[in-house]
């Protein structure tokens, strides 16, 4: 049985590009939360998504984005890129309101 | 204030020594507690929940004070396995986000 698979693993983009992160989640799972980790901190909750839909969020700007598919796997995106994006960007999926297994984690360097 | 504090450490104890993290919250809403380990630039992944009356996992002991709203964690006879990054988290109620400390780092030296 696969876990949280993200994708890709470590990404180089420049300031003002846009970034989109993959995750699908451990089979038989519905939800999926992302999370940034900045270097020498814990990871800070994004948003949730259930049902194709944001069901909470968190102090993060518009700039970050994303999208729940029918088959729960998930997007983030990030515009207008600025160098303190850069961080492990986690996604974490669960069944309802369960217990939340992590991916590997995507690294992201802002230059 | 932060909503969730950590100790960052480093703690450097010898092998077979006995280590013990707080962490307190700032929310006395908050249901669930839990402490996640994180081995250097790998995912957390849940160590043991958190309750009122106490719980062990082996060598790993968990206290919750929801009087003084303060989380323990306890790892008796130390490993050199057990050098990780120790995340202390709450969760406000269930299908909640997870709120994170900054994390305690532990060195086990031989």
């Known amino acids: 049985d696969a876990g949280v698979t993200q994708s890709p693993t470590h990404l180089i983009k420049t300031r003002g590009q846009q970034v989109t992160l993959r995750c699908s989640p451990k089979?038989?799972?519905?939800?999926v939360s992302w999370y940034q980790q900045a270097l020498g901190q814990g990871p800070q909750f994004i948003f949730q998504?259930?049902?194709?839909?944001?069901?909470q969020r968190g102090n993060f700007p518009d700039r970050f984005s994303g999208h729940q598919f029918p088959n729960y796997s998930s997007e983030l995106n990030v515009n207008a890129l600025l160098l303190g994006d850069s961080a492990l960007y986690l996604c974490?999926?669960?069944?309802?309101?369960?217990?939340?297994?992590f991916g590997q984690g995507t690294r992201l360097t802002v230059v | 204030r932060k909503e969730v504090e950590q100790d960052p450490g480093p703690f450097n104890v010898p092998e077979g020594a006995t280590v013990a993290f707080n962490c307190t919250y700032s929310n006395s809403a908050s249901q669930s507690f839990f402490w996640y380990r994180q081995d250097c630039r790998k995912e957390p992944k849940l160590l043991m929940s958190?309750?009122?009356s106490g719980n062990e996992d082996g060598r790993f002991t968990a206290q919750l004070n929801r009087a003084s709203q303060y989380i323990s964690l306890l790892i008796r006879d130390s490993k050199l396995s057990d050098s990780a990054t120790y995340l202390c988290?709450?969760?406000?109620?269930?299908?909640?986000?997870?709120?994170f400390g900054t994390g305690t780092r532990l060195a086990v030296r031989p």
């Open positions: 958190v309750y009122s």
């Open positions: 089979s038989g799972h519905d939800t």
């Open positions: 998504y259930y049902e194709e839909e944001e069901r």
């Open positions: 988290v709450e969760k406000k109620s269930s299908g909640d986000k997870l709120t």
């Open positions: 974490a999926s669960s069944l309802g309101r369960g217990e939340a297994f």
